[in-house]
């Protein structure tokens, strides 16, 4: 999925890349745009642990859009000529924090948060 994910967003050599969701396919997709020559990777997640990690392991400009305002400004913000990213990769799935789904899944013991 994560490698899906990088091919179809068109990573290579040089190329800024904005993932969202810093959970197994957001870290992988990370490790496939890093290893086809991303120079610049953000990644948005409210995880600070798993931000960490993606920091340190595949270089990433770690964002918690807990703690930011506007993460889509901060990329902008950090963007050679606040172009923007190249590409953004949507990593989050629908369990997402706060959705309906997560929130009746973790309410009846069925998935946790």
């Known amino acids: ?44 997640d409210d995880n600070d642990y798993r931000l960490a990690y993606a920091r340190d392991a595949y270089g990433v400009v770690p964002i918690n859009f807990e703690q930011d305002d506007d993460p889509a400004d901060r990329i902008i913000r950090q963007t050679p000529g606040m172009r923007g990213v190249d590409a953004v990769i949507d990593a989050v799935g629908f369990e997402a924090k706060g959705s309906t789904a997560e929130t009746v899944m973790t309410a009846l013991k069925i998935e946790g948060s």
């Open 1 to 44: 999925t994560a490698w899906q994910a990088v091919i179809n967003a068109e990573i290579g050599q040089g190329s800024s890349v904005a993932i969202y969701g810093a959970g197994p396919v957001g870290l992988l997709s990370a490790a496939c745009a890093r290893m086809l020559g991303a120079q610049t990777i953000f990644m948005v």
